[in-house]
């Protein structure tokens, strides 16, 4: 992490973007919402954004480090996103105008319809044997039956672990295998920019590793031959339940019962299942969505372009939106197919109006030029938000000016897999913003940069971002795995969630993001450990040691760079080199696979036998190494130097 020349850049972002009175006027939050007791502001979000089939009788619990919350209350997350909006005679309003990779390929899916595919496919999970408490995997594209089948599974109190469709076999059976899944739901073949990707075999190598595995649903949606393995594997349209919604009532689930995991990248090799539970997930997702994205649900068009697959999805395409009944587009493919002007046109095409992505992407249309945008009238847009990673400020006024036509507010959230919905964020229409600062904690959140030793570090000061209280959507955990959860959150500072990433505070209270502090890498917004791809590179045959390191990248944000040791001393090729990048692809997926390699004959190692990973880094980064006294044998750097900038170009 280059914080200094990050502190350094930030220090001179002056720029000033305050609320324009008109959207001031109109906005769902006002600065009094800031006022608002803590406690107060939760119950007021937990009753009117979430219906209750039974009240909860206390707000929250905190035992450091588990917390609890709207404890003895009864809901149901399906009835929350579908019945309820179709029972108060919004049946017929745009859940989701749902656009498919293929030119064409359009559904536009309203409340009443969600409703019916909702109870066909939790019909279709009970008769396959699924009850309250049985672990569902799923495993699809960004196909509507995506969201259909998470709502089906909360319909019934099933949790649910989705997992990206760009992850591999192993990824998958190692999440199946470590959450204990019964039955996994995926498709034929997902759409990606033109080609298909075979997520059905991909799934039959992962069950195949997942004894415990014993249904799978396939839903067709390219309908070319898969294998189907018969007793285990069934079509959905072969299967499909009843849509009567009578025939299938949702399951009144306490506030504290599991809704799902997401598995995220830690600091070591094995994945952390991130639990998330019922009501204060809901409640959090749907309080941050509408005041967050200012969502008028009866006239705003609402596209978060982020895969289902990764908690962004979970938290504002599928939970927090449909709780508030919102219309929002969902997109199936890539940016660029069959043109880099496609985003642009499906703006057009809805009359979007509230635009959430990522600075990776942002980046990637910089990159591409304003043209395509321009070819298209964006005028519907009145907001934008990103999330991810830091956003450069010039990232952030080309997106104000060229996407935005300078009209339309920016929100910088920060938050993670962890913690369920946004902490830190403008709130459009009452926060002044500044390029590259996600600005202030949401009300009742209390976020503070403290120093190594604990002591809040004053404004101007850089230091590591902490959480000082819980909020409804926190983790409850990591599944299976308590000691792992106190280490990695709350052994830093007694009883102060310990959020990994490096943060400033401003003279206005304001947080600029600094990313990591840790080993989990950022590579286009995903992350990724550093020590998950070591694994994976020392798991091929020929591979003694390696290490890997991150670079900054103009596009992703991070790149991946590997230096791997040859067993036998043996010299790397470009053709050993591209094996190992698809091994990784392999073994993780390939958003994992290393940007670059260098083949190295032995690693920077301290006396005690550690590799000096800071000292790859600065070779990653092509800057001057910095303390080398440490190190068992100080050639062995200079020459790693020397071959890095030999390899450099070789990267994809
Ligand atoms: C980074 C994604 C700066 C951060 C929702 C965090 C950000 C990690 C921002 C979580 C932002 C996310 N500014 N950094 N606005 N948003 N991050 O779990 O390092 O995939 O810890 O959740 O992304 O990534 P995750």
Known sequence: MTTEQTIDTLFLEERR?????????????????????????????????????????????????????????????????????????????????????PDGDLRAITYEDLQHEVVAFANTLKELGVEKGTPVAIYMGMVPELPIAMLACTRLGAPHTVVFGGFSADSLSDRMNDMGCEVLVTQDEAWRRGTTVPLKRIADDAMSDAPGVKTCIVVRRTGNDVPMAEGRDHWYHDVRGSDDPASCPPEPMDAEDLLFLMYTSGTTAKPKGIAHTTGGYLVGAAATHYYVFDLKPDADVYWCAADVGWITGHSYIVYGPLCNGATSVMYEGTPDYPDKDRWWSIIERYGVTILYTAPTAIRSHMKWGPEHAAKHDLTSLRLLGSVGEPINPEAWVWYHENIGGERCPIVDTWWQTETGMILITPLPGVTTTKPGSATQPFPGVDAAVFSESGDEVGPGGGGYLVLKRPWPAMLRGIFGDDARYRETY??????????????????????????????????????????????????HPEVAEAAVAARNDATTGQAIVA?????????????????????????????????????????????????????????????????????????????????????AGKED
């Not at 009117?48 to 009788?57: D, K, L, N």
């Not at 959020?499 to 502090?517: I, K, N, S, T, Y």
Request: net charge negative.
């Open 17 to 101: 973007y305050p609320p324009s009175a008109e959207f001031a006027a109109q906005a769902n939050a006002t600065s009094a919402i800031y006022e608002e007791d803590f406690e107060s502001f939760w119950a007021r979000n937990a009753s009117e954004r979430v219906s209750w089939f039974e009240p909860f009788s206390t707000l929250y619990e905190w035992e450091p480090p588990y917390t609890k919350w709207f404890l003895g209350g009864k809901l149901n997350v399906s009835y929350n996103c579908v019945d309820r909006h179709v029972e108060h005679g919004r049946g017929a309003k745009v859940a989701f105008h749902w656009e498919g990779e």
């Open 490 to 539: 709350w052994s830093k500072y007694d009883g102060v969630y310990f959020a990994g990433d490096g943060a400033r505070v401003d003279e206005d209270g304001d947080f600029w993001l600094l990313g990591r502090v840790d080993d989990v890498m950022n590579v286009s917004g995903h992350r990724i450990s550093t020590i998950e791809v070591e694994s994976a590179l020392v798991d």
């Open 563 to 647: 230096f791997v040791t040859l067993k036998g001393g043996a010299d790397g090729s470009v053709a050993k080199l591209e094996e190992l990048r698809n091994h990784v692809a392999q073994k993780i997926g390939p958003i994992a696979k290393p940007a670059n390699i260098v083949f190295t004959p032995e690693l920077p190692k301290t006396r005690s036998g550690k590799i000096m990973r800071r000292l790859l880094r600065d070779v990653a980064e092509n800057r001057p190494l910095g303390d080398t006294t440490t190190l068992a044998d100080p050639t062995v750097v200079e020459e790693i130097r020397d071959r890095g900038q030999a390899e």
